[in-house]
T-cell receptor
């Protein structure tokens, strides 16, 4: 069965610092992988998606993620955090249906 | 193109009352999903439709939850009677068969926030 695990329910960084949000997946075959962002009282917005075309995926707002099959990971990174990046981030995997991780809340300190 | 539309955005009811949520997917999308997102958790799939047929409802609490998509377009999710633990955001998502096959991507609405008192 497919699933994702997000390590760390809360991550806090200073403005301008590196953002690293961790996601590990479990799937018997190469899956589709996604990162979504959710701002307060809003729906889910797609940040980026992995569809096997390239292992390094670039998304919106300067975020990117690297698919590492050997580590079954799909960690999300951004070189320099901005205050506007503060939100909840969800990793998701889709084989037969979309399954989400528990989420990581990102706080950005001035 | 217009996105996934959901209503109402907010609903407050007392326990044991009933509530219904409506979803209008992106035009032409054959698949439609309802997710429940409890505060502090990731969305959990409740039911998946393809056209007007149910693909997966294994996680739908069928004693109180029901959903339909009679004409293969709009969908309604009903809760009757509501319990305190049903307080959550109910997200609707849709996708096309082609998009699913190529990227697996879903498109989400803004959600309907339910508070049960």
């Amino acid at each position: 069965a497919q699933s994702v695990t997000q390590l760390g329910s809360h991550v806090s960084v200073s403005e301008g610092a590196l953002v690293l949000l961790r996601c590990n997946y479990s799937s018997s075959v190469p899956p589709y992988l996604f990162w979504y962002v959710q701002y307060p009282n809003q729906g889910l917005q797609l940040l980026l998606k992995y569809t096997s075309a390239a292992t390094l995926v670039k998304g919106i707002n300067g975020f990117e993620a690297e698919f590492k099959k050997s580590e079954t990971s799909f960690h999300l990174t951004k070189p320099s955090a901005h205050m506007s990046d503060a939100a909840e981030y969800f990793c998701a995997v889709n084989l037969n249906d979309m399954r989400f991780g528990a989420g990581t809340r990102l706080t950005v300190k001035p | 193109e217009a996105g996934v539309a959901q209503s109402p955005r907010y609903k407050i009811i007392e326990k044991r009352q009933s509530v219904a949520f409506w979803c209008n997917p992106i035009s032409g999308h054959a698949t439609l999903y309802w997710y429940q997102q409890i505060l502090g958790q990731g969305p959990k799939l409740l039911i998946q439709f393809q056209n007007n047929g149910v693909v997966d409802d294994s996680q739908l609490p069928k004693d109180r939850f029901s959903a339909e998509r009679l004409k293969g377009v709009d969908s309604t999710l009903k809760i009757q009677p509501a319990k305190l633990e049903d307080s959550a955001v109910y997200l609707c998502a849709s996708s096309s068969i082609t998009r699913l096959a190529v990227t697996g991507e879903l498109f989400f609405g803004e959600g309907s926030r339910l508070t049960v008192l």
